[in-house]
C-alpha cells in the first residue's frame, strides 16, 4: 500500500503507484490494468475495508543518459 486516500464523497481509499518499463507498457495500454496488480489492490481493499482502489504508474524508457517519462495513468 502506498498511500491512503479519504474522499468526503467516495470515503476511504488507496492509491498503489507502480512503475514499468517500455517492455511491459503494453500490458498497460487503453486503460487495462495487469491481472496481478489488479489482484494485489483488491486484497488491499478487502483486508482493509477500504472503499475504492486507484492506480498511478509511471511508464519509462531508460537509455545511458536519461529516464524519461512517456506515460501517467491514475
Known sequence: MDRMIICPKRGRGILEIKTASEYLKQEWDNGNIPDYYYVQLQWYIYI??????????????INTASLKCIGMRI
Open 48 to 61: 482493509m475495508n477500504l472503499d475504492f482502489g486507484y492506480f498511478a504508474t509511471l511508464i519509462a524508457v
